[in-house]
């Protein structure tokens, strides 16, 4: 045979199930549920686990570490603890380091983790990735099972399959595309979330919908000031219609890996990476998002894409969520117009950035007019 010539294209298909559960007091030992994700991979043996937990999650909830403890000895059959649950840096700060990478991976080293062990993340957005980006890594993927613990990694950032560190002062610089063992979402979590944290996830609802589901516009634009109040019955079923748009889009949209230029979930997101960093991420994730969604709202309407009526329906959607829509770092409009090379270095390939034609009804472009988008800043820099 004739080896000299032997081109093989062979597409791989990725068996990998992703679990996303809802439930409440996931840690009292009658509720089934962790337990059950646990045991989903049908061995016998308990699972090896670590537990960490979010500083901000530890704080405001001093006895999770033995209720974790207590739920595992109920449920032994499913998981052992083999380290004491720990509380771990939460927030940026998780991220913004190699830190908690480093003590995630000295963990599963020192405690004997292997593939099929489990790291038990119970977090915000940031920690979750960290700690993620670890699981990822070691032994080439330990399972990860998440437990969010904002509106916005409930809503978005724990359910996906992005693992992540900055580096170099960019955002998510470092990390890997690893789709967790489960997702379990316990809206007990988000009684203790500070106001502001709260608020924050509400904006990836906003963009998903924007991009996908003009009724659901609807439904968060009529429940929104019942939202900044923080009633639960009309929060939560918007974080998990979210969380559910989100999935779907990861799972079904047939570019799980984000191998294309079309990026359809991170519309307003090329200025809200560059503002979290442009304000020492003194500006949360979610807060920057609102106003980048804003931005390129704004911007559709200027090209003519978006009429008046909905662009202003937007504005006051997000302000009634309780937005800051203003903000110092659009004083000057040059440094976050750099953001947008930096995004599309790191998606790779053509810039693409979409925009709105309606709401609910994306469309993608592959060039941005500076002028325009100048002009964009200005009216948003005045919204306050
Ligand atoms: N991987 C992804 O697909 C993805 C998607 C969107 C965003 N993200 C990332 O997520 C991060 C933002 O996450 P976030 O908005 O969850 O914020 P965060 O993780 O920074 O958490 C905000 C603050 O809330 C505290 N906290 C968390 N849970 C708490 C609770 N239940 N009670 C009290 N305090 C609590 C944290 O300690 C922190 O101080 C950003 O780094 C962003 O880039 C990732
Ligand atoms: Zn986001």
């Not at 053509?350 to 002009?375: K, N, P, S, W």
Request: aromatic share 6%; charged share 25%.
């Amino acid at each position: 045979m004739d080896v000299s010539h032997i081109n093989l294209d062979q597409p791989l298909s990725i068996g990998v199930m992703h679990r996303l559960r809802f439930t409440s007091d996931a840690f009292n030992p009658a509720n089934r549920t962790l337990r059950d994700v646990f045991a989903a991979g049908g061995e016998r043996e308990p699972r090896r686990t670590i537990a960490l937990i979010d500083s901000g999650v530890g704080k405001a909830t001093p006895d999770l570490a033995e209720r974790i403890s207590a739920y595992a000895d109920a449920h032994a059959d499913a998981m052992r603890l083999v380290h004491p649950p720990e509380v771990v840096p939460g927030g940026e700060a998780a991220k913004n380091s190699l830190n908690l990478f480093h003590h995630v991976l000295d963990l599963t080293h020192e405690h004997h983790l292997c593939r099929r062990s489990v790291v038990l993340a119970i977090g915000g957005g940031a920690m979750l990735d960290a700690v993620g980006f670890a699981a990822a890594t070691a032994h080439r993927g330990v399972r990860l099972v998440r437990m969010p613990t904002t509106t916005l990694a409930q809503d978005d950032a724990g359910v996906g399959v992005k693992n992540g560190v900055n580096y170099f002062g960019k955002k998510n610089f470092l990390g890997a595309f690893a789709a967790p063992w489960a997702v379990v979402n316990d809206d007990r979590f988000l009684q203790t979330l500070a106001d502001r944290d709260y608020r924050a996830g509400f904006s990836e609802c906003v963009k998903v919908a924007l991009v996908k589901d003009p009724a659901f516009f609807d439904r968060i634009e009529a429940a929104a000031l019942e939202i900044a109040e923080r009633r639960p019955e009309a929060a939560n079923p918007v974080i998990a219609h979210s969380a559910i748009l989100h999935l779907n889009h990861i799972a079904r949209g047939g570019d799980p890996f984000e191998l294309s230029e079309a990026r359809p979930l991170d519309f307003g997101h090329w200025s809200a990476h560059r503002l979290e960093a442009l304000t020492n991420f003194e500006l949360r994730h979610g807060e920057a998002v609102a106003i980048g969604i804003m931005l390129d709202a704004t911007y559709s309407h200027l090209v003519g894409w978006l009429d008046r009526a909905s662009l202003n329906r937007i504005e006051r959607c997000l302000r009634a969520l309780g937005f800051e829509l203003s903000h110092p770092a659009l004083r000057d409009p040059e440094p976050l117009l750099n953001g947008l090379e930096e995004f599309r270095e790191h998606l790779g390939g053509r810039l693409t950035i979409a925009l709105l034609r309606g709401i609910g009804m994306m469309q993608d472009v592959h060039e941005i007019d500076r002028t325009l988008m100048e002009r964009s800043i200005e009216h948003v820099r005045g919204l306050d």
